[in-house]
């Protein structure tokens, strides 16, 4: 049974620009990257995966059950998101702000529980945050901070984890990291996610599938090695790019070809 | 953790000292007046409130059309050019209008006010003159239907309205200047009344004389006022004197007539305490709980009908202990009667007869 | 756990405070009643005990029925606005927001002039004067007035509901004091408009506490149930919705809920600035911006502090009475200005 199920999905926000005819299907604990030049919908279609937006036309699948079905609440008991970056303008801990993460889960009349707090020191290890929990959140670097924000997602204890360019800002160290945490999460835990990137080679190092999106609509889908081809790039990004082995990973990394060598071809 | 304990001690420090000085506050009592003489308190008081209106005499008024200049209550001196006495006056004063009818100078007038300009303890201004003696009523509504007279509202007035009758004198009424008399001082003599002592009142009625040409009817006016006054007090000196409180508005807290007002000295001429007066002003907001302190004999409503009546102050919360309240003596005092009491002008003597009506009524005849 | 030790402490020690601010206060008047003889009538009055009154029939009034319902009003209307105050900074982000920043503050002035220009004076209903009333419900239908300018396409943006807040409170501000110029009538009331506007709390009696007190109670309880909700806000309105935040359900929830406990304040002691604004933001940075604490600690110590307040306004210049807005603008003025000084650095963000 697959884990989240877009069946026929077509949005468009009011200033025109849509998704159409969006049918993707992700299994579980599968590991899909989200691939397309800025403004194809990367975002938009994670934010209906999320349950944030509802589509014009077609049916949303999580579980079998309907995203349209299940509340607000119920959606983040089961499917958490790791935006960019939070702007948090109060002094929260970090540990504070991992326990926002159980909110789905919080009883309104008894509060937190110990389980909340295990939950929470649980997703705090997994990151290596376990010995920031008492610093402020808004003291932390980029990198640390992004790894909180995951921690967070993860103690919503998703099925589904939904990330959004969560690298895109990052120093390449830190990109590793927390690319590589999620892969961990995806194999061990058999998390199912949903990356959106830039990065073409870090998506092809990563993840098992790549979707690539080309104004509003799903271009290709399939394995790195079918995607990632300088004919696709071509026809999707208009860049000319070489593609080639990576050393050890058996993936195809892209080698960017400089403009005297472009080929003036549309 | 240490910055939490800082900040509890400063808590403890301040709530410390806030109670070590209100207690300070408390434990030392105002002063009372000690009586040097053999005489008891209320003697010095009534003595106090006497000697003023004893001392009053025309001398004390400075001024003369064409000559020397008036003081004002507000201490502006004035000066009055031409020849006496003024032939056009706009009076803005309901007290120095009803003055100038009882000296006769009333064919002067040209304007006056048709609302009461908001004296501190005076009922809500009213769209009429109705408050004055009901004679100088009719005379002052027949004029204006005449045409023979203006009526002008001193909240409201155009300065060039006045401007436009041509006044010799304008008299005014306010602690401040009011807004018409700032635009028109520099062209018409301004004249500002805001009496607070009776013996503002008394040297107001002389100066008034002086400038409408009226100083001898204004002397014999002042010697009869003297007169009256003398008499009651001479009544009630020796008397025993009930706690009276004068209520002029009520929010919560009370608004009364301090020790500074004419009518705190005609309650005590009328032969009462007037509890007002540990309020150094001339009127003041006051808590309750100082009320039901003093246990007032009697309460006076000053600003009936347009405040509280008998019956909702009886029935305030907690003021059921008071005397006043216990015993019916809460009175409202009717519009003629309040206008004789807070108006300050020639009537005073008479207000002083009403609330010796109400304080000592086995005197009054 | 830690941080539920710190909470119960934290708790405990405030509840001490306001208790000894209430002994205080209800000890302490314009009227020396000496405080055995007030221990004393409390213990008759409980039934606890039975002591020969030694004390006048007046004092056992100005006690009962003068100073303790205006000291239990006090502790009321400081929680509710600390509360209220709390419950705006965190749904709008915003450690600087006050409980009359969308409009409650200019639509019970609004209702408080039209009440006096076209309502009898006289007319009263349980214990409320009518001018209470309006001015209650003008709060509720200013904030009603701007919730709606701001709400685009079913969802009201942060940014938008401040604007329309400060459009709707000039508006009806102005309108308010063409009124008091304009209309004869309102010369005279003009006093007790200002006294409106700058708050008092005086002749308050049983019968408006009976019915407020559960009112806000209810409302502080209400409160507390967001508090979670409230920490998820800070993620940002769409970081909220990912926790399992029904966002534009809960504003309005949080919206209403702050603006009746403001109205409420409003009605009975008017607009007391400041405490909305410095107790939440005072605690916040003494315990932490966690609102479980906070807004327990808010309702606490904003009863505290205008409990004290209060006492000093009527104190100071006895036997009259100094404005309780005035004072806690006095006092708000330069602890704000201490707070921006100490703590510079963690605004900087």
């Known amino acids: 049974m697959s884990n989240l199920l877009m069946k026929d999905v077509s949005f468009s926000y009011s200033d025109g620009f849509a998704l159409h005819h969006i049918n993707l299907e992700v299994g579980a604990a599968e590991m899909v990257a989200l691939l397309g030049p800025n403004g194809s919908g990367k975002t938009t279609l994670l934010k209906l995966a999320a349950g944030v937006l509802t589509p014009r036309w077609g049916e949303m699948l999580l579980g079998g059950i309907s995203l349209r079905e299940l509340s607000r609440k119920e959606i983040a008991q089961r499917i958490a998101v790791v935006p960019q970056y939070f702007n948090i303008p109060f002094a929260f801990s970090v540990e504070e702000v991992v326990v926002l993460g159980r909110t789905p889960f919080i009883r309104t009349l008894s509060g937190e529980t110990e389980r909340d707090y295990l939950v929470a020191k649980l997703a705090l290890e997994l990151t290596g945050m376990e010995s920031f929990k008492a610093r402020p959140f808004n003291e932390l670097s980029g990198g640390e901070r992004q790894k909180v924000i995951l921690a967070m997602a993860l103690a919503q204890e998703p099925r589904l984890l939904l990330l959004d360019e969560p690298t895109a800002h990052l120093d390449i160290n830190h990109q590793v990291e927390i690319l590589g945490l999620v ?84 | 953790m240490k910055r939490l304990t800082t900040i509890l001690l400063i808590i403890v ?40 209106v004893l001392g009053c005499s025309p001398e004390d008024v400075p001024g003369a059309v064409g000559g020397e200049a008036f003081i004002d209550d507000l201490g502006r001196a004035v000066k009055i050019p031409g020849h006496s006495p003024v032939e056009r006056i ?83 009424f306010g602690y401040t200047l009011p807004g018409y008399a700032e635009a028109i001082k520099d062209e018409v003599p301004v004249i500002c009344f805001a009496p607070t002592t009776l013996e503002d009142i008394l040297q107001n009625l002389v100066l008034v004389g002086k400038v409408v040409g009226k100083e001898a009817e204004a002397e014999s006016l002042l010697s009869d006022i003297k007169s009256d006054i003398i008499d009651i007090a001479s009544m009630t000196i020796d008397e025993l004197r009930p706690k009276v409180f004068c209520e002029t508005g009520y929010n919560g807290g009370v608004w009364t007539t301090g020790e500074d007002s004419f009518v705190s000295s005609l309650i005590i001429l009328a032969g009462g305490r007037d509890l007002g007066t540990p309020v150094p002003a001339a009127n003041a907001n006051i808590s309750s709980e100082y009320i039901l302190d003093s246990e007032p004999d009697l309460i006076l409503l000053l600003d009936y009908p347009w405040g509280a009546d008998a019956q909702s102050v009886a029935g305030r919360s907690g003021w059921g202990t008071i005397p006043a309240v216990t015993n019916g003596k809460v009175y409202e005092l009717d519009t003629e009667s309040v206008d004789k009491v807070t108006r300050p002008g020639p009537r005073i003597a008479q207000g002083l007869e009403v609330l010796l009506g109400i304080i000592h009524p086995e005197l009054s005849k | ?22 002994l205080l206060s209800t000890a302490i008047g314009a009227v020396h009643v000496s405080p055995l ?45 600390a509360v209220a105050g709390s419950l705006f900074q965190g749904l709008l982000r915003n450690p600087l927001a006050d409980p009359y920043l969308i409009g409650t503050s200019s639509g019970a002035l609004f209702g408080v002039t039209i009440a006096m220009i076209f309502l009898p004076a006289t007319l009263s209903f349980s214990g409320f004067g009518i001018a209470s009333i309006v001015a209650f419900l003008g709060a509720l239908g200013a904030v009603f007035l701007v919730y709606t300018l701001a709400r685009i396409g079913g969802r009201t943006h942060v940014v938008t509901l401040i604007l329309a807040g400060v459009a709707v409170n000039f508006l009806l501000t102005a309108i308010s004091w063409f009124l008091l110029d304009v209309v004869g009538e309102l010369h005279q009331k003009a006093s007790a408009v200002y006294g409106f506007l700058w708050g008092q709390i005086m002749g308050i009696d049983w019968n408006q506490i009976v019915v407020l007190a559960p009112i806000i109670f209810l409302g502080l309880i209400l409160a507390r149930l967001f508090a979670s909700h409230l920490n998820a806000f800070s993620l940002g309105e769409e970081g909220a919705a990912y926790v399992g935040v029904n966002v534009e359900r809960d ?13 409420c304040a409003v009605c009975i002691a008017g607009l007391i600035g400041f405490v909305g604004l410095i107790i939440p933001h005072a605690l916040r940075l003494i315990f932490g911006p966690d609102n479980r604490l906070l807004l327990s600690a808010s309702a606490l110590a904003g009863a505290s502090f205008l409990v004290l307040a209060h006492l000093v306004a009527r104190t100071i210049l006895a036997p009259e009475m100094l404005r309780l807005g005035i004072l806690t603008a006095l006092i708000g003025g330069p602890v704000f200005l201490y707070l921006l000084i100490r703590y510079r650095r963690e605004y900087a963000f």
């Open chain 1, 183 to 266: 892969k961990a999460l995806n194999r061990q835990n058999k998390v199912t996610v949903i990356g959106a990137t830039h990065d073409l080679n870090l998506a092809a190092l990563y993840f098992d599938r790549i979707v690539l999106l080309k104004e509003g609509q799903i271009f290709a889908d399939g394995t790195p090695s079918q995607v990632i081809t300088s004919d696709i790039i071509q026809q999707v990004f208009s860049a000319s790019v070489e593609v080639s082995q990576h050393p050890s990973a058996a993936v195809p990394q892209i080698v960017v070809l400089p403009e005297e060598r472009r080929n003036y071809e549309s």
């Open chain 2, 13 to 52: 420090v301040a709530l410390a000292s806030a109670t070590g000085y209100l207690g300070y506050r408390l434990a030392t009592e105002p002063t009372s007046l000690e009586t040097l003489t053999g005489l008891t308190a209320d003697e010095v008081a009534t003595m106090s409130a006497l000697a003023p």
């Open chain 2, 90 to 172: 706009v009076s803005l004063h309901p007290a120095a209008t009803e003055t100038i009818f009882c000296l006769g100078a009333d064919g002067k007038l040209v304007a006056v006010s048709n609302a009461w300009s908001g004296d501190a303890f005076a009922p809500d201004p009213v769209e009429s003159w109705i408050t004055t003696p009901e004679d100088i009523d009719n005379e002052i509504e027949a004029r204006v239907s005449a045409g023979a007279l203006t009526a002008l509202n001193a909240f409201s007035v155009e300065p060039e309205a006045i401007l436009d009758l041509a006044p010799d004198v304008v008299f005014a």
């Open chain 3, 1 to 22: 756990m830690k941080s539920r030790r710190k909470t119960v402490f934290v708790l405990v020690l405030l509840v001490g405070i306001l208790f000894g601010a209430m």
């Open chain 3, 37 to 81: 003889s007030i221990l004393k009538m409390g213990l008759n009055k409980l039934h606890i005990a039975h002591f020969d009154p030694s004390w006048r029939e007046a004092d056992e009034a100005i006690i009962f029925q003068l100073r303790l319902p205006c000291v239990v009003g006090a502790a009321l209307v400081g929680a509710a606005l």
């Open chain 3, 251 to 263: 504003k309005m929830l949080i919206l209403a809920l702050g603006a009746f406990l403001t109205a």
